[in-house]
């Protein structure tokens, strides 16, 4: 159980590319989720918070505009990073929050931007 | 500012002996500690976690011991096995589990 499927799994684009990562919970749902971001050999980075059906709250140092978070509903939540640079290349990685459960994480998305 | 650290970027172990993981916390609003493990390309799965109200919390292989007076959690795994093998994630929360601190991750290897 407490499955979480993130897609794509790898994306290399142009830069001033926006792409679009999914986050789908598939046997459970979740109020509140997180989407991390983790640079080669560095630790897991918190984004933003968001819950569904609010505004996403960001981390300090990650700029809204930049990294779009629509979560529409308790099963899927969707970052976009728009007009991508070659500095956004990262792993990105979002979690769902079950009630009374830790963290369940999707398998991350590693985006490269050229 | 590190507020979970995990000092030791790897470690190597026999196959059946056991593995040590530690970590260290600074910020005494943290209540409620989780280890994950993360295969490369893959996102963190929980293996075990441990309330401020407890010192010690079994998972069948998986031990972990917390010290809140050293802020210090450690992670026992007993016996080792080398599908073990894998980046070992301690992580803090001020409210059960909620928004997580993530520690820098300690790589293990289990021999065979």
């Known amino acids: 159980g407490a499955v979480v499927s993130q897609h794509p799994s790898w994306v290399i684009c142009k830069s001033g590319t926006s792409v679009k990562i999914e986050c789908r919970s598939l046997?459970?749902?979740?109020?509140?989720m997180f989407w991390y971001r983790q640079f080669p050999k560095q630790s897991l980075m918190l984004m933003a918070t968001s819950n569904e059906g609010s505004k996403a709250t960001y981390e300090q140092g990650v700029e809204k505009d930049k990294f779009l978070i629509n979560h529409a509903s308790l099963t899927l939540s969707t970052l976009t990073v728009t007009s991508a640079h070659p500095e956004d290349s990262s792993f990105y990685i979002c979690?769902?929050?079950?009630?009374?459960?830790?963290?369940?994480f999707g398998d991350g998305t590693r985006l490269s931007i050229l | 500012d590190q507020q979970v650290k995990q000092n030791s970027p790897s470690l190597s172990v026999q196959e059946g002996r056991i593995s040590i993981l530690n970590c260290d916390y600074t910020n005494s609003m943290f209540d409620y500690f989780l280890w994950y493990k993360k295969y490369p390309a893959e996102g963190p799965t929980f293996l075990i976690s441990?309330?401020?109200?407890?010192d010690k919390n079994e998972d069948g292989r998986f031990t972990v011991f917390l010290n809140k007076s050293a802020k210090h959690l450690s992670l026992h795994i007993v016996p080792s096995q080398p599908g073990d093998s894998a980046v070992y994630f301690c992580?803090?929360?001020?409210?059960?589990?909620?928004?997580?601190?993530f520690g820098g991750g300690t790589r293990l290897m289990v021999k065979p």
């Open positions: 992580a803090a929360s001020g409210n059960a589990g909620n928004m997580l601190t």
């Open positions: 046997d459970f749902q979740a109020t509140t």
């Open positions: 441990i309330s401020s109200i407890k």
């Open positions: 979690s769902f929050l079950p009630t009374n459960q830790p963290q369940h």
